[in-house]
Each structure stands twice: as C-alpha cells, then as structure tokens.
C-alpha cells in the first residue's frame, strides 16, 4: 500500500507563487495514475489536476489551468504542484491521491477511482 505525505503549503499573498511536493513511500510512484485535489471546510472536494503514470493523460480544471502545473519524478518517487499567480480563492487544504487504475483518462476530478491519500497541506492566498 502507497503513503502519500504532501509538503510545500504556507501563506502567500496574491499574485504569488508555491510548489507543492508528494512524496510516496511503499510502492513506486511509477505504478499510479496521481492526482491533486483541494478542498475548503464546509465544501465539497475538488478535483484540480491528473496526471497519468506514462505521462500521456495530463489533465487541468479550468480555473487553474493557465496557472498551476502538475508534474511527477519517478526516480525520485515525488508528484509535484507548482502553482502560480495564486488568487485568493485558491486558499485550501491541497492533497495528493494515488489511483493504479488509469483514473486520468476517466471521470477522476470525483476523486472515487482514487485509493490512498495524502494527510494535506494548507495554502492561504491572503488578498
């Protein structure tokens, strides 16, 4: 079984940048369909990027597509977020999730397809 630990959160203000890291332990990063969600207390989570384990499925939501990047290092068994021109709205607790179906080319902005999750780090966007 995967374990996913999430790091790189703080507080930053609008208009600024951070790079998220997950890293995994207990089985390769390269076996995973991974993906990135957030989520705001008393709100639904949301779903934020996917990127396959071959790298050929990379997908965004719309909101954060021109400014958040998701990538993954094998070797170094870390999924990356890199996020940029943060506005606000982006403040939440931002996890990982590994999926070792191939949940990228699915519906996996649900988040269900995915079966271990990180504990989460907390971005604040301060205005």
């Known amino acids: 079984q995967v374990q996913l630990v999430e790091s790189g959160g703080g507080l930053v203000q609008a208009g600024g940048s951070l790079r998220l890291s997950c890293t995994t332990s207990?089985?390769?990063?390269?076996?995973?369909?991974m993906g990135w969600f957030r989520q705001v207390p008393g709100k639904e989570r949301e779903g934020i990027a996917c990127?396959?384990?071959?790298?050929?499925?990379?997908a965004y939501i719309s909101s954060v597509e021109e400014r958040f990047t998701i990538s993954r290092d094998n070797a170094k068994n870390t999924l990356y977020l890199q996020m940029s021109l943060l506005k606000p709205e982006d403040t939440a607790l931002y996890s990982c999730a590994a999926a070792s179906d191939d949940a990228c080319a699915g519906s996996w902005r649900s988040g269900g397809q995915f079966r271990a999750w990180g504990q989460g780090t907390e971005v604040t966007v301060s205005s």
């Open positions: 207990g089985s390769p990063l390269s076996a995973y369909d």
């Open positions: 990127i396959s384990r071959s790298e050929d499925i990379i």
